[in-house]
């Protein structure tokens, strides 16, 4: 059975961190391309960030650019998103996405979806 399950979530004020687990089983982790995506009320799913199969392309949406940073352990088929200097507009349901074989930026649709966390930064 296919379980991607997110951990780290939680309530943070302006200018914190956090950092996000993603926590793989039942498919061949190392074949699939990783993302996070984000659904805050009112606004559509965005992709926040993607790293390839072998970690070493990521992307990243303009507004988390240099503040977020994704990561992966093919060992421990787990998948990380730091996110430092947290602002109110980051708060949202994310997701964990993985895509077989894919490429970063993801695609909307993908292949297995965990079931989310919600970060909420307010002060």
């Known amino acids: 059975q296919v379980q991607l399950v997110e951990s780290g979530g939680g309530l943070v004020k302006p200018g914190d961190s956090l950092r996000l687990s993603c926590a793989g089983s039942g498919f061949t982790w190392d074949y699939y391309t990783m993302g996070w995506f984000r659904e805050a009320p009112g606004k559509e799913r965005e992709q926040v960030s993607c790293?390839?199969?072998?970690?070493?392309?990521?992307s990243y949406t303009d507004s988390v650019k240099g503040r977020f940073t994704i990561a992966r352990d093919n060992a421990k088929n787990i998948a990380f998103l730091q996110m430092n200097s947290l602002k109110p507009e980051d708060t949202a349901v994310y997701y964990c996405?993985?895509?077989?074989?894919?490429?970063?930026?993801?695609?909307?649709?993908?292949?297995?979806w965990g079931p989310g966390t919600q970060v909420t930064v307010s002060s």
């Open positions: 790293i390839t199969r072998d970690g070493v392309s990521t």
């Open positions: 996405a993985a895509t077989f074989w894919g490429s970063c930026p993801m695609s909307p649709e993908n292949d297995y």
